[in-house]
Structures are given as structure tokens and as C-alpha cells.
């Protein structure tokens, strides 16, 4: 009996299982598989395509480092074969695997099949590159090898992806049977001819135990069916491949022999007969004297002609009835006519026409009809979707395309058959027509082969049927014994008559020779089981029923009989003397949404090359691609973030192209380098970090994106791990370089033999080590632009349709907001130089959007004028926010109005300064903040004038010769000698501008001044070790103090100095916190405009909520030097006004909601309530309360002093009114 998920078919054991489940983000390892599963195959798979990568690989090397191995043209035949096996493996996983996974769990197979098409496209460049006129220069062969060693990264990349994501999935959500349906699929819609291939090179790739392993897996997932495990094991064990690769797919010179032919050109049923009689007249008596065998075309060409005929006369039908109820049957009838020629149009281009005529080509017309199905697919996916609302214009539509489908088809036939078919029957003996008939038919899958066969042979007359017949068995080798019998009994089951064609056409039944077959075959074979006789009468019945579907000219009803049949139906009898009792495959296409065309428009580009047409679109590919709209789409603050993209690729080019440069470069060439790969690793870690804890987890809350990002997680992974790689190689190259430059100063002194041998050795291994960080940042390169082209394909649109635009700037502010200002300083210049004007333009306004509440601006404005570096982007920093100039333009003339100078200022009374407070409080057009500010300056002008008089005096007193106060050093502790103040540790005074004392700290000096003092005004400092005023700074710069450090942190925006702890610059708050920095222990809130910590996340926000004085001792927080504590209400105090505070209270003093979790507490009360008897009087009445805490309203039972909330359970409440009725309502 066949497997239980073969007779159960692909659709009911697929639709039991849950639609969607989240992936374990944890992953599980390969090894986890069951030893049982038939998924390990996979493994095997891989195993065998690693080493054949690694073999390529290393052949490129030799060629690019001179050693012995490397030949170019085995090099490329190699390639050509790894190519076709890779690709066929890839469609056949696009093709069954990923679409039966999606239905179970969503999110996750689509980012495999975009990297089966980047690794399409790596392989198109290799070509490219092995086909240039350029293979003599010494730079084509370290490109060479750069090219293998990124297409193995990525291919090794995707395949280990595979293995810690995809195959546990598949193990855990599928069963034993599900799974080895879902293999026999697999290696069911690889073409018939790569099989013979495939298969043998895969079993020469693993060990021993391995190849014993493989072929116990083999024999629980084929079905029990002797027949089919004889093709399939005749394939494994068949002529394993060595040096030379035969290749179907890439080489058609190879096409032309790869079939061999029978001995002494019997037919195949005669090679199987031993003594039974001569056969062989019986043959040739069916065999007219003109008859050719390559006009069997013309049966495909006369088949494919009436199937298109009979869908336009469907089309008109339609038109005619206005009846679209069974458009989706006409739809499968077109999508199988499509497959068809599309397979057909292949078989020509890679057998037939290269070995009738190299030069001859019918590719456009091939490409055109395949548009022209396009058309038609579109066409009724536009007629289901307007449904009862369809135009007569539709169906008019649908009547002019299909006509014109056949037209087309037509008058390329009539081409091809005058063309080609002379040049074939002219220069080719019957035998080798046979032989690339048959290898034409061997371009499809088995899946396909087992539905067009008995289309094809329905479709002809008795007398063509049985000279196919004899055609195909005389073609075949005598290795394809068991597989062109399985072909004639699927073809007999579409005879227009009630008996066995191919006793008439070979002189014996296939299925009378099954029988033997299968008996050699299970002695032969130690792991084949015994032959079901249920399942043969099952066939049988099978073949009887494709008789009769076919003969009745219903080629839709066929396919789904054929297709329930083998999904385990209950077989019917039928008369075994007439009938081909063969086996079939049990899959179904319909079953797990298989689409062949996608894998067959991809062997045609295989065949082709670049210079192809474009033939990735599937043609029945119902899912709607977002992708290309999004350059049409309008701005999002989330497209920022995909910005950076540019910025990356950018600088991958330039790893790319400036590695070649490493073999012959200087110290300073290879420092330079060296420093822009740190910059781009350290940027793009803090991009994907941003990902991985940001992004990432907003998609993945979203309930239909679950799965969506795992993918990506492990992509980042393999990255960093490829980053540190080229690390550790780049500094090995740069120890080489300075061992080579000192053995050429050695060797200017010593031309001592030895020490030349040694130079010589240390050169090659340079060399080497040149040419391979050079593969690696090709291979990098690769791997991150296929990772962002995916990103931008498959994630940037879920943006638009899934996150308002107040959530993309959410996003957005926490992005930035984990970013430092380190990371920023070196990041912005990275990114804007990669932009347009404009698209910096819009960077800076989003940025500016998103932290709208901050000090970001400002921070902005002070670095990019400090920076001299910067000076080409301060006008781009202008320029991106013409606005904000308006703005300071305005506030500019604001001031000039309503603050007057200094004289004006001495000039005015007290009346006339309260006049010019009042014009700037009711001007509207103020920023609160600024309006403030101008106020405060005014009430405080004179005596702020009168401080800078003071200043200047005592300044020029200073400069006039008098020794400065304070130019002695500070200890912070003076018996060790430690220099500093009682405030901070460091090894300098700052020379405050305000009024020229030298003072350790701003707070030393405000102790002992009236005026407070401005840090970031500071220019000057005194080095306590030497006594030299200097400009401020990290070091000093007298010589005599050897760069002294002032201290371990230097921030030169605050001109801040600390030598104790851990500080970091937040340029949001344009403030030095303590803490590690942003992103790692603390992150900034835009809308809070405060910096918190990493596990207050998700917190209460309040715009500004820092911005304020402390409740208890009326501090401003922002700028407060203590530490702050944040309230779950959103407010905030100072953690020691908390201490105390709580102590007495436990509400917050603003908003009166708990401060904590006082479960605890209102418990106590619950006790203490329950306890408690009122008097009489007082028992019977309520009191209405408002809830602090839910800030609901209720009513409680009377109490002096506690009342509970019958909603939220606080006692957190206030009483708002006494009830006096007699009940009461809790």
C-alpha cells in the first residue's frame, strides 16, 4: 500500500493543522530531526552541495594564487553543474516545500524563495564572469575567486538558515506520513533527466553509513511500490559521477548524447525478453517506410493546437452565456495547457534545436506566448474579482485573447514544423530522432509526465498512439527499462480503445513485465517489501477510469480523477487482460498549491543565461506583489530607518572594489581601509541591533506577522560572525605588512640567502591572505545588499499597511533614542553622504519630527559648529530645515523687539522694564520655552549687566599682570595627592567665562560666587600638574606633562571632565548622565524628553514630563545633578525626596495616584475593616467616592477614614458625597 500521506492526499492532511503558529525564536539544530524523519534527506542534500561549493571554491583559489589544482576549465564545468543541480533543488522546495509549510505556519517560507532568486543572481554573475575575454590578466582570477567565495557564504548561509529554522518547523508541524509525502513531491517534481543525475552524485557525496542512512529513508518514502523503487534505486545506484559532469541544463552540446542507446538499437521490451521469441519484426512491422520519428512533434504540436481550440471555444461559451460559475476550472485548464507548452518550449530549446542547429533560436516567440498566457491569466483574475458586475467588454476580452493565444501558438508551429523538422528528418537517422524525442519527454518532472501522457496519447489516433509507444521503447536505454515501462502504462491509460497499446507497439505488455521485474528487482533489493495485489487492482481500476475521462475529451475531470484516485480512492476493477497496471505517483498539484511554472521559467533562464528575457514572474502566481509599488508610495517616517540601506551599500562598494588593492598597497592605503571596515561594522551593528530590540518585536506584536523577522535575527548573526572574520584577517594582514616592511629594511642592510627565502614565504602568504579578505568582502558585500534588497521587499511595506504614521515615529524616536551620541558623530556624516539634497533634507525633518520635545536641535546646532570637519555639512543641516530658519528668524527680531541692550536697559526705570515683560507675555507666536526664557532675563537684566561689567574689570585686571585667583591646584585628596575637588576627580581647573576664576568644578565656583556659571561657555583650563592655562581639552599639551589625561571622560560639548565614574553624553538631553550610555543601560523617551532606564520600557509618558520642579524640594529635575525617580503615574521627584516622602505617604503628591504596588496594604485595611463594627446609626449609610487610582466613581459603606473602591479595590479614594438613604449598594 502506498504511505498513508500519499493516500490522504495533500489538501485534508495539510487543512488539519492550525493556520498559523509562532516559530520558536530560540531555533532548534538540525540534528534535533528524529532519525526516523524523512526530512533528514534534506541534510544529505546540503551535505553534498556544501562540498561541492567547497570543491569549486578551492579550485577558484589555486587558480588566483598560482598553486596546482587549478584548471579554468574544469572549474566551469563544475560550476555549470552545481548550477543545475542547486536550481532544481530550489524549485522543487519553491514548488512543494515552502507553499505546504506556509499553510501551517505563515511568515517564514517567502524570505527563503527571495534568496533562492539573489543566489540566482550571484550564480548569472559568476557565469558572466567565466565567460569574459579578460581570463589571462591576474586581476580576473582574484575576482574569480571572489565571486565562488561569496556564492558559497550565501548558499552555505541559506542552507544552515534552512536547517536551524525551516526543518524543525517541518519535523514539529508535520507527521511522519505528511512529511514523507511532502519529500516524494519534492523529488517527484525534479525533471526526469536531472534525476538520473541528481541522484548518483548526491549517493558519491556522503559517507558509507550516510548512503546506507539515505537509502533506508528512501524506502519509507517512496510508496510501496516495486516499480517506482526500482527507478528510483536504479537512478542512486547508477553511474556516479566523476571528473567529467554531464550537464543537461546549462551545455546543450552535452544534450545531444547524454541518452545512451540500446544495444543493437532494440527496442527496450526486447532487451528485457531473454528466450521468449523474436520480437523484433513485430516491431518493424508497425514501422512505415517514410515515417519519421521526430514528427511525434507534430502529435505534441496537433495536442496543444486542439486544447487551446477547445479553451477559446470555452471563452466564447462563456461570453455567450454570461455563465462564469466555473471559471476556476477553466482557470486550471489554462494553467495546465501553459505548463505544458511552457515544458515543450524547453525540450526544444535545449535538445532539439541545438542539435538540428546550434545558431537556431525560438526564443522571443517562446517568451511572447508565455506573455500572451500572462494576459489571459490577468484577464480572468480581473473577471473573478468584478464577479456578477463583469462588462460585456470582459468577456469580449477573453474571446480576443484566446483566440489570439492559438493564433500565436499556431503560426509557431507552422515555423518550427517547416524550420526545423525538414533539417531533423534530413541529417538525423530514425534511431537518433528516437533518442531526442525521448530525451525531450525526460525535460519534465514524473508529477507532470503522469497527467500529459495520457493527455497526449487521448488525443491520438490508435495507429499514432502505438507508434509512440514503439518510438519511446526504442529510444530509451537499457537503464530506463523500469521508468519507460511506467511511462507506457501512464500512457495507455489515455488509449482511445479499451485494450493495452503497447502489446501491438512493442510486442508485449508492460504489465505482464511488471510482474517479473518486480520480482528480480525484490531480489535484488533487501529492503523492498512485498507487492500489494489490492494496489494493483487499485492501478488498474485507475487505468480504466483515465480511459475513459480522456476518451470523453474531459481533460479537467481527468486530471482531478487521476488525482483523487491516487490520493486513495477506493479502486475499481477493470479488465486486467486489456488494462496497464502500473503504478501511480500519488501527487496531487492542486493538493499543496504546487506551481511548476515558476520552476519551469526559471530552467528556461538557466538554459539561457543573462542575455535571457526576464522569465521570474510566475504566470499563475496569485499572490499580490507589494514590493513594486514601493518607490510609489508617499514618505514615511519608517523609510528613514531604510535609509541607511543607501549608506551600506555605499561603503560595501567600496570594501569591494578598494580589497583588490590589498596585494600592493602602503601602511597608509591599509590603515585607511582598515579604518572605513571598522566604521561600516561598527555602524551596522548598531543598525541591526536597532532591528533585532526595536523593530523586529513591533512587527512580531502584530498578530498576522508573527514569524516575520526570525529570518532576518539569524541573517544579523551570520553577519557579525562574517564582520569578525575579516577582522581577525585584516589584522593578520597588517602584522604580515610590518613584518614584510622590516625584513625589507633588513634586507637593505643583510642580502643574506636565508633571509630572502624568508621574504619570499612571507610574500606568498600575504599574497594569499590579500586574495582571500578579498572573497570575503565580496562575499559580505553580497551577503548584506541580498539581505536589505529583502528587507526593502518583504518588510518595508508591512509598514505602510500595518503601523499608523504616529507609530512609525514612535518607532522612529526609539531608535534614536538608543543611539549615543558617539554613534550619531560618526553615523550622520556616514549617512548624508551617501544622499541626495533632498532626501537629507527629509532625514533632518523626520528626525527633527521625532524628537520635536528634546535638546536634539540644539545638541545638532553646537556639534556641527564645532566640528571643522563638518563644515560642508552645516550648510546641508541649514538648508534641510528652512523652516526652523524661518523660526530663528522671527524669534531673532521678537528679541530685538521686546529685549533691549544693556545700555537701554541701565536707561530704563522699573516701569518701562514691567512694560516690555508684559508685550512679551502676550505675544502668541513665542515658544512657551523661549517666552520664559526672555522674561526671566528681562526681570534679571540689570543685575546680569552689571556682572559682566564686574567680569570685564576683573579680566582686564588680570590680563594687566596680577596673578589669576585660584592658580594653584586642588586635591581631592591631599594626603595621596589626588588632584580634583570634593565634587569630582580630575586633573584640571576650568576657567569659567563668566568671570575668569579658575575653579575646579561649575559647583565650586557657584558656592562662592553670586552668579552661576556657564559650562559650556568655557574655553580655557589649567593643567594642576604644570600650571599652564591652556585650551580646554582631554590632554595636556605642555610637553613636560607627556599628554596627561584630565581625566577618563572628556565631554568636549559640556566641557566636562570625571575620572570616577561612567559617563556618557546624551544628545537628546544635551547633557553628560551617569550611566553606560544610550542603548545599553539607559534609552532616551521623546515624549518624556528624559533619559531612563533600559527596563522602563513600557512607562507611563508624560510630553516633558522632566521638565519640571521636584514636588518636595522644588529642584528643577532636568538639569538635577541627584538621582530621579520615576512614579507609575509619570511623574517625577528625586529618589531621596521619595525616601523620605514615602515613609509618611503613598500617593503621589501631584496627581494623588499610588506610587506603588499597595496590595500589601489595602489587604491590612481589608482586615482591619472587617473588624471593625459600626455603631447602629452610621451601618446603614453610603458615601459617594471618587477613585484615585481607576478615577472611576462609587459608593462605600460609611467609615471615617477608610473607604474602599468597589471597582479597582483601592483605598486610594476621596468621599464626595454622604448618603443619608437607609440602603446602601457596595
Avoid at 503615574?1129 to 525616601?1139: I, K, P, V
Amino acid at each position: 500500500m502506498a504511505t498513508p500521506g500519499i493516500q490522504n492526499g495533500g489538501v485534508s492532511v495539510i487543512a488539519a493543522a492550525p493556520v498559523a503558529a509562532p516559530v520558536d525564536q530560540n531555533g532548534h539544530s538540525a540534528a534535533a530531526l528524529r532519525a526516523s524523519s524523512p526530512i533528514r534527506i534534506f541534510l544529505f542534500f546540503h551535505k553534498a552541495i556544501r562540498a561541492e561549493l567547497d570543491g569549486i571554491h578551492r579550485s577558484a583559489m589555486a587558480l588566483a594564487t598560482n598553486r596546482s589544482g587549478g584548471d579554468i576549465e574544469q572549474l566551469m564545468e563544475k560550476c555549470h553543474f552545481l548550477r543545475s543541480i542547486y536550481k532544481h533543488h530550489c524549485n522543487a522546495e519553491d514548488e512543494v516545500i515552502f507553499p505546504a509549510l506556509d499553510i501551517r505556519v505563515k511568515n517564514v517560507a517567502r524570505t527563503y524563495s527571495l534568496e533562492h532568486e539573489g543566489e540566482s543572481v550571484l550564480f548569472d554573475q559568476l557565469f558572466a564572469l567565466l565567460e569574459s575575454d579578460m581570463k589571462n590578466e591576474e586581476s580576473y582570477r582574484r575576482e574569480l575567486a571572489s565571486c565562488t567565495g561569496a556564492l558559497q557564504t550565501s548558499i552555505s548561509q541559506h542552507m544552515s538558515k534552512e536547517e536551524e529554522q525551516v526543518f524543525p518547523l517541518l519535523n514539529e508541524k508535520f507527521s511522519f506520513e505528511e512529511q514523507a509525502s511532502l519529500v516524494w513531491q519534492f523529488l517527484c517534481s525534479i525533471p526526469v533527466n536531472m534525476m538520473a543525475e541528481f541522484l548518483p552524485w548526491l549517493s558519491s557525496s556522503i559517507s558509507p553509513d550516510e548512503r546506507q542512512d539515505m537509502r533506508k529513508c528512501l524506502h519509507r518514502i517512496i510508496p510501496d511500490e516495486k516499480l517506482l523503487q526500482q527507478i528510483m534505486f536504479t537512478w542512486m545506484d547508477g553511474l556516479k559521477i566523476c571528473n567529467k559532469r554531464k550537464h543537461y541544463e546549462d551545455d546543450p552540446r552535452h544534450c545531444s548524447s547524454s541518452v545512451r542507446r540500446t544495444e543493437n538499437g532494440q527496442c527496450s521490451c526486447e532487451s528485457s525478453q531473454n528466450d521468449e521469441g523474436d520480437i523484433q519484426s513485430d516491431c518493424n512491422s508497425i514501422r512505415p517506410s517514410l515515417y519519421c520519428p521526430v514528427d511525434d512533434i507534430l502529435h505534441w504540436h496537433k495536442a496543444i493546437e486542439k486544447e487551446l481550440s477547445d479553451i477559446a471555444e470555452a471563452a466564447r461559451s462563456i461570453k455567450l452565456t454570461e455563465d462564469f460559475s466555473d471559471l476556476s476550472a477553466f482557470n486550471r485548464r489554462l494553467q495546465f495547457i501553459a505548463e505544458v507548452c511552457i515544458f515543450h518550449s524547453i525540450a526544444e530549446d535545449k535538445v532539439i534545436f541545438p542539435a538540428v542547429d546550434a545558431e537556431m533560436s525560438f526564443v522571443q516567440e517562446h517568451a511572447e506566448e508565455e506573455s500572451e498566457f500572462d494576459k489571459f491569466r490577468c484577464l480572468i483574475e480581473s473577471i473573478q474579482s468584478a464577479g456578477a458586475n463583469s462588462s460585456a467588454e470582459f468577456y469580449s476580452k477573453l474571446c480576443s485573447q484566446a483566440d489570439h493565444i492559438m493564433e500565436t501558438v499556431k503560426n509557431h508551429f507552422r515555423n518550427e514544423e517547416i524550420q526545423v523538422l525538414p533539417l531533423a528528418r534530413k541529417h538525423f537517422s530514425p534511431e537518433r530522432q528516437g533518442e531526442l524525442l525521448y530525451q525531450s519527454l525526460c525535460v519534465m518532472p514524473l508529477r507532470l509526465i503522469e497527467c500529459v501522457l495520457p493527455w497526449l496519447v487521448g488525443s491520438l489516433s490508435e495507429e499514432e498512439a502505438r507508434r509512440f509507444l514503439y518510438n519511446m521503447h526504442r529510444a530509451a536505454p537499457a537503464s530506463d527499462a523500469a521508468l519507460v515501462t511506467l511511462f507506457s502504462g501512464w500512457a495507455c491509460k489515455g488509449s482511445p480503445g479499451e485494450k493495452c497499446l503497447s502489446c501491438t507497439a512493442i510486442g508485449c505488455c508492460p504489465a505482464k513485465e511488471l510482474k517479473e521485474t518486480q520480482e528480480n528487482f525484490g531480489r535484488s533489493c533487501r529492503y523492498c517489501a512485498s507487492a500489494s495485489t489490492s494496489n494493483e487492482g487499485r492501478n488498474c481500476g485507475l487505468a480504466h477510469k483515465c480511459r475513459k475521462t480522456v476518451k470523453d475529451g474531459n481533460l479537467v475531470s481527468s486530471l482531478e480523477s487521476i488525482s483523487s484516485d491516487f490520493s486513495g480512492t477506493k479502486s475499481q476493477k477493470a479488465p486486467t487482460n486489456q488494462s496497464c497496471c502500473v503504478p501511480g505517483l500519488g501527487v496531487n498539484s492542486n493538493s499543496l498549491g504546487m506551481n511548476t511554472l515558476a520552476s519551469a521559467k526559471s530552467l528556461r533562464s538557466l538554459s539561457f543565461g543573462p542575455s535571457a528575457p526576464s522569465l521570474k514572474s510566475s504566470l499563475f502566481n496569485w499572490e499580490t506583489e507589494n514590493s513594486s509599488s514601493i518607490s510609489g508610495l508617499t514618505a514615511r517616517p519608517i523609510d528613514n530607518i531604510f535609509k541607511f540601506h543607501k549608506a551600506i551599500r555605499k561603503d560595501l562598494e567600496f570594501l569591494d572594489i578598494e580589497s583588490g588593492k590589498l596585494s600592493d598597497c602602503d601602511e597608509n592605503f591599509l590603515r585607511q581601509f582598515s579604518g572605513r571596515f571598522r566604521l561600516l561594522w561598527g555602524l551596522y551593528r548598531a543598525h541591526s541591533n536597532a532591528e533585532d530590540e526595536i523593530v523586529f518585536p513591533a512587527l512580531e506584536s502584530k498578530e498576522t506577522l508573527h514569524n516575520v523577522s526570525h529570518s532576518y535575527t539569524l541573517d544579523h548573526k551570520q553577519e557579525e560572525e562574517l564582520f569578525e572574520d575579516i577582522s581577525s584577517a585584516l589584522a593578520e594582514l597588517c602584522r604580515l605588512h610590518e613584518n614584510l616592511n622590516a625584513q625589507n629594511v633588513a634586507g637593505n642592510l643583510s642580502e643574506s640567502l636565508s633571509g630572502s627565502s624568508n621574504h619570499v614565504s612571507s610574500l606568498k602568504k600575504y599574497n594569499e591572505l590579500a586574495t582571500k579578505i578579498q572573497g570575503m568582502c565580496k562575499s559580505i558585500k553580497v551577503t548584506l545588499d541580498h539581505h536589505v534588497m529583502r528587507e526593502e521587499v518583504e518588510l518595508w511595506p508591512l509598514f505602510d499597511r500595518y503601523f499608523s504614521v504616529e507609530e512609525q515615529d514612535k518607532l522612529v524616536g526609539r531608535i534614536i533614542g538608543t543611539t549615543g551620541a558617539e554613534v550619531l558623530q560618526s553615523m550622520l556624516p556616514w549617512v548624508t553622504s551617501a544622499l541626495t539634497q533632498e532626501e537629507q533634507n527629509k532625514m533632518m525633518d523626520t528626525w527633527k519630527q521625532a524628537t520635536k520635545n528634546t535638546m536634539f536641535s540644539e545638541w545638532l546646532d553646537e556639534w556641527w559648529e564645532g566640528t571643522p570637519a563638518a563644515s560642508s555639512q552645516v550648510s546641508t543641516s541649514e538648508n534641510s530645515t528652512p523652516k526652523e530658519c524661518d523660526l530663528h528668524e522671527s524669534i531673532d527680531q521678537n528679541d530685538y523687539t521686546f529685549k533691549p541692550g544693556w545700555k537701554d536697559i541701565f536707561r530704563m526705570n522699573q516701569n518701562e522694564l514691567e512694560s516690555e515683560i508684559r508685550k512679551v507675555s502676550r505675544d502668541s507666536t513665542l515658544d512657551p520655552r523661549r517666552k520664559a526664557y526672555l522674561i526671566q532675563n528681562l526681570m534679571t537684566s540689570r543685575w546680569i549687566a552689571s556682572q559682566q561689567k564686574f567680569s570685564e574689570s576683573r579680566t582686564h585686571e588680570a590680563e594687566d599682570g596680577e596673578d589669576l585667583h585660584g592658580c594653584s591646584p586642588s586635591f581631592r585628596d591631599s594626603e595621596k595627592q589626588i588632584f580634583g575637588c570634593e565634587h569630582y576627580k580630575r586633573n584640571c581647573k576650568l576657567r569659567a567665562a563668566c568671570c575668569g576664576k579658575l575653579v575646579a568644578c561649575r559647583f565650586c565656583h557657584d558656592e562662592v560666587s553670586d552668579h552661576s556659571m556657564d559650562r559650556k561657555a568655557t574655553s580655557e583650563m589649567m593643567c594642576m600638574n604644570c600650571l599652564k592655562i591652556q585650551p580646554v581639552g582631554l590632554a595636556c599639551i605642555t610637553p613636560s606633562c607627556n599628554g596627561l589625561r584630565m581625566a577618563k571622560y572628556y565631554c568636549s560639548s559640556c566641557k566636562f571632565f570625571d575620572d570616577e565614574r561612567e559617563v556618557y553624553h546624551c544628545p537628546f538631553c544635551n547633557l553628560c548622565r551617569v550611566g553606560k550610555g544610550l542603548g545599553i543601560d539607559f534609552f532616551h523617551c521623546m515624549t518624556c524628553n528624559c533619559c531612563l532606564a533600559m527596563k522602563l520600557v513600557d512607562h507611563k509618558c508624560r510630553e516633558k514630563g522632566l521638565e519640571t520642579n521636584c514636588p518636595i524640594c522644588c529642584d528643577f529635575l532636568f538639569t538635577s545633578s541627584t538621582a530621579v525617580r520615576a512614579l507609575p503615574c509619570g511623574h517625577y521627584m528625586h529618589s531621596a525626596c521619595f525616601q523620605a516622602y514615602a515613609c509618611t505617604h503613598y500617593i503621589c503628591p501631584i496627581c494623588s495616584k499610588s506610587m506603588g504596588d499597595m496590595s500589601v496594604y489595602f489587604g491590612m485595611l481589608d482586615a482591619l475593616m472587617a473588624s471593625e463594627v459600626l455603631p447602629e446609626e452610621y451601618r446603614s449609610l453610603c458615601q459617594d467616592i471618587l477613585c484615585n487610582d481607576c478615577d472611576r466613581k462609587g459608593t462605600a459603606p460609611f467609615h471615617w477614614l477608610y473607604h474602599k473602591c468597589g471597582l479597582c479595590g483601592s483605598y486610594n479614594t476621596r468621599v464626595i458625597k454622604v448618603d443619608r438613604e437607609p440602603s446602601c449598594s457596595t
